[in-house]
């Protein structure tokens, strides 16, 4: 079993920077690749960035050159450094144990409890 536990989150205003962390409850980086997703109020949850167990990284194209996914695996911990927020960015980050295939995430069922982001003046 994995829990995953993130924070971080909080309110900012437009052009700021946050750093949200996922604590897992054991060393899981080499079995799994690791997602930050988010979910808007009245919209699905989307996959923001993810980085697999060989280091690939890949965001999704509204965050490139903003964001940045890494991970400490003496702490077990992966981060998404969040810089020059957005309005659009609101939302609760979630953080995921999963899987790549054919270079596409896929999430398993481990998922944190989730951390408000909010971008607002």
């Known amino acids: 079993q994995v829990q995953l536990v993130e924070s971080g989150g909080g309110l900012v205003q437009p052009g700021g920077s946050l750093r949200l962390s996922c604590a897992a409850s054991r060393s899981i980086f080499a079995i799994y690749a690791m997602g930050w997703y988010r979910q808007a109020p009245g919209r699905k949850r989307e996959l923001v960035a993810h980085i697999t167990t060989g280091g690939g990284i890949d965001y999704v194209q509204s965050v490139k050159g903003r964001f940045t996914i890494s991970r400490d695996n003496a702490k077990n911990t992966v981060y998404l450094q969040m810089n020059s927020l957005e309005p659009e960015d609101t939302g609760v980050y979630y953080c995921?144990?999963?899987?790549?295939?054919?270079?596409?995430?896929?999430?398993?069922?481990?998922w944190g409890q989730g951390t408000q982001v909010t971008v607002s003046s």
């Open positions: 995921n144990a999963g899987n790549t295939i054919g270079g596409y995430y896929s999430p398993y069922n481990y």
